[in-house]
């Protein structure tokens, strides 16, 4: 007994050294395991699969931009231009998480021609040839830094700029777009989460059991867009098999403080191919919300000038 006691003890010993020791890599390497930069294929756009390269391939002009943020990364990415880019609204497209922006060109292009928009589409950090590590506070001030670079840009019509923001995107656009709501014309989210320690628990228990220990990255969306005010369009993939349904729902309850929601479900839609099983139907659906938003921003700008002429009565 004194021998099968012992054994138990070293088992149990052994084990729990295990489950430390993969705590705390789970702890030192959580943005290398959250963020995955490198994606399915390569870890930047040149080295892609045709069709994933360049917006070139696609016949789209475009300017090569790098963006500066406050704590000295360098952004690259593209900016997507009609004729007469100040013409047309612009979309600032946040990607989502594993892999580099040339991976979201069939999307762009799709956008750019059914929606007729300039398309501004970024790296994060640590994505593409962006320099520096991925981290929550770094994607953060990422996003700030691409939307300053939107309406501050000479290129565009700054008073027609909306936001997408896909999965992991959708996370930083909420974020950001707390800090931009005068300027944002609408808002765009497709299958996106509460937040990150939802996503975690509803992989697996054992998942869930550790997560509190463990994940030091939050992304709280669901309580973020509760403030925010500006339209919104939700989009979700009702086969998400990444991000359950029930989180694209309950954002969109969050809202309620939205000047006007509206909320699109694919009913086919997984995680990844929900805007191509949208088709044009879903297309016509966003171009009908960015028609509205023009409305409603018209509506505030007529009442601000009305305003205006009533305190100089």
């Given at each position: ?192 989460f509460t937040s990150l320690p939802d996503v975690v628990d509803s992989m697996n228990i054992v998942f869930k059991i550790f997560r509190p220990f463990v994940l030091s ?97």
């Amino acid at each position: 007994m004194s021998a099968i006691g012992g054994c138990c003890k070293w088992l149990c010993f052994s084990i729990t050294f295990i489950l430390f020791l993969v705590l705390i890599l789970a702890t030192m390497f959580q943005n290398t395991i959250v963020y995955v930069n490198r994606g399915p294929f390569a870890a930047f756009p040149e080295d892609n699969p045709r069709g994933f390269q360049s917006p070139s391939e696609y016949h789209m002009p475009y300017e090569d931009v790098i963006i500066p943020t406050e704590d000295s990364c360098e952004l690259k990415g593209w900016l997507m231009l009609h004729p007469q880019p100040k013409t047309k609204s612009t979309i600032v497209f946040f990607h989502e998480n594993a892999g580099n922006i040339g991976l979201r060109l069939p999307v762009v292009k799709s956008m750019y021609d059914s929606l007729d928009s300039n398309i501004l589409l970024v790296g994060y950090r640590g994505y593409g040839h962006s320099t520096c590590d991925p981290s929550e506070k770094g994607l953060k001030l990422d996003s700030r830094a691409i939307l300053d670079y939107a309406f501050n840009s000479k290129t565009i019509d700054t008073e027609n700029v909306f936001v997408f923001g896909a999965s992991l995107g959708g996370a930083t656009t909420i974020y950001s777009s707390k800090f931009y709501e005068d300027k944002i014309k609408g808002l765009i989210l497709m299958n996106t989460f509460t937040s990150l320690p939802d996503v975690v628990d509803s992989m697996n228990i054992v998942f869930k059991i550790f997560r509190p220990f463990v994940l030091s990255n939050f992304w709280p969306s669901d309580e973020r867009i509760k403030s925010l005010t500006l339209p919104m369009l939700f989009i979700s993939g009702r086969e998400d098999e990444i991000i359950p349904k029930e989180q694209m729902d309950l954002l969109f309850i969050h809202a309620e403080k939205s000047r006007y929601r509206d909320f699109i479900k694919v009913k086919d839609g997984h995680h990844n191919d929900t805007f191509f099983h949208g088709g044009d139907q879903l297309l016509e659906k966003i171009l009908k919300f960015m028609k509205k938003c023009a409305e409603f921003k018209h509506k505030e700008h007529s009442q601000r000038s009305l305003m205006q002429v009533k305190v100089k009565l």
